[in-house]
């Protein structure tokens, strides 16, 4: 398993810009609680899941299986 950054630059920097605005919550989401402080609740469920590969919700982290 291996967590990587979005290769497209300006997405990575979008959404970093969003946390620091958010005070490191979830630019993607509205509501500013603990499940959505980065990293956030569904994108640690996904890490643990073996199935899961992908993107987080925001497209800024990206988990391979290999
Ligand atoms: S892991 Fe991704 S979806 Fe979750 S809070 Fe961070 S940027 Fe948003």
Same mark, same amino acid.
């Given at each position: 398993m291996k967590i990587s950054l979005n290769p497209d630059e300006n997405i990575v920097n979008i959404v970093k810009q969003g946390l620091e605005q958010r005070g490191g919550? %979830?630019? %993607?989401?509205m509501e500013k609680t603990e499940e959505n402080k980065c990293i956030c609740e569904e994108f640690r469920r996904q890490m643990d899941d073996p199935e899961f590969e992908g993107y987080c919700h925001c497209m800024l982290y990206y988990k391979s299986l290999s």
């Open positions: 919550y %979830c630019p %993607c989401r």
